[in-house]
Nanobody, 121 residues
């Protein structure tokens, strides 16, 4: 069974750094775009960054220049390096990926379980 397993996160001070990892486990025939979303209380889940299989990255304006998304295709893992953290970055961060398990014929969207990031002022 394919699943996304997140690690990292936790508590940081303003200006600090944190790193998230998300590994896709299971038997996969195709791994497409991988990315990170976040959701804070009272707000909708929003895209933070995404990266294609060939390494093209896209960031939302709020994090560009502070966050870096990367991936290791051999490990089916995506990372989010978060620097210069601000209190407004506080949210639950979710890994997202478009995958095709080997026992399926179509690409499906998968989500990680979410990990809390809290930035104190």
């Amino acid at each position: 069974q394919v699943q996304l397993v997140e690690s990292g996160g936790g508590l940081a001070q303003t200006g600090g750094s944190l790193r998230l990892s998300c590994a896709a486990s299971g038997s996969m025939g195709y791994v497409g775009v991988m990315g990170w979303y976040r959701q804070s209380p009272g707000n909708q889940r929003e895209l933070v960054a995404r990266i294609t299989g060939d390494g093209r990255a896209h960031y939302i304006y709020d994090v560009e220049g502070r966050f870096t998304i990367s991936r290791d295709n051999a490990k089916n893992t995506v990372y989010l390096q978060m620097n210069s953290l601000k209190p407004e970055d506080t949210a639950v961060y979710y890994c997202n990926a478009y995958l095709r398990p080997t026992d399926r014929v179509s690409v499906q969207e998968y989500w990680g379980q979410g990990t809390q990031i809290t930035v104190s002022s």
